[in-house]
């Protein structure tokens, strides 16, 4: 199956600095999203981005899929983006775009 | 209904006891999942419903791991002679399906489950 793997890990930030997280697959995929699980668990569709970038206020993402790499931009954070951050593609390639194989995900705090 | 919605919220129950989740997907969504959460991990694919299609059940852990869709409305997940180890968080989501334009998953606030 599809490989997953997000980077950094874990990732400290001061409030209103920027950050890249990253999301390396193993295969083509037809299908890719983000998600944001907050501190309390609920889990937040940031986008949904096969290829190209999309924006959602200070928030953006790109992704590549020839080189099967994935980025989600966080500019000037705040203390509310603290949580964790999830990059989710297609089990195995040629699978139908519904189901999704989650990565470890990024933890990301944002100190004041 | 407006969001995906799950109960119960939290449920504590004694090993070896059968729980039953729920999950009251988003009205028109015919694709609904279920995904498992240990606590600091990921999330682990349990099952997919989509319209009357035979589910994809590979996810299942063991077989005292069961669940149940009429059609494209509430879905239960079944857990038999409860574990230690079956302890998570235990999220749904929904979707639309097939031919309906996708526009990607909405997770209810899942049923956090202990076993002790």
């Known amino acids: 199956g599809i490989q997953v793997e997000q980077s950094p890990p874990d990732l400290i930030l001061q409030e209103g600095a920027n950050s890249t997280l990253r999301c390396n697959f193993s295969?083509?995929?037809?299908?890719l999203q983000w998600f944001h699980q907050n501190p309390w668990g609920q889990l937040i569709n940031l986008f949904y981005?096969?290829?190209g970038t999309k924006q959602n206020g200070r928030l953006s993402a790109t992704t590549v899929a020839t080189e099967r790499y994935s980025l989600l931009y966080i500019s000037s954070s705040q203390t509310t983006d603290s949580g964790v951050y999830f990059c989710?593609?297609?089990?195995?390639?040629?699978?139908?775009?519904?189901?999704?194989?989650f990565g470890k995900g990024t933890k990301l705090s944002v100190i004041p | 209904g407006a969001g995906v919605s799950q109960s119960p919220s939290n449920k504590v129950t004694e090993k070896g006891k059968d729980v039953e989740l729920r999950c009251d997907p988003i009205?028109?969504?015919?694709?609904l999942y279920w995904y498992r959460q240990r606590l600091g991990q990921g999330l682990e694919f349990l099952i997919y419903f989509q319209g009357n299609s035979a589910p994809d059940k590979s996810g299942l852990p063991s077989d005292r791991f069961s669940a149940e869709r009429t059609g494209e409305s509430v879905s239960t997940l079944t857990i038999q002679r409860t574990q230690q180890e079956d302890s998570a968080v235990y999220l749904c989501?929904?979707?639309?399906?097939?031919?309906?334009?996708?526009?990607?998953?909405?997770f209810g606030s899942g049923t956090r489950l202990t076993v002790v």
């Open positions: 009205s028109g969504h015919t694709a």
């Open positions: 295969d083509s995929v037809n299908n």
């Open positions: 989501a929904s979707s639309l399906g097939p031919g309906q334009g996708w526009g990607g998953y909405t």
């Open positions: 981005i096969p290829s």
């Open positions: 989710a593609v297609p089990p195995y390639s040629g699978a139908g775009s519904y189901q999704l194989t």
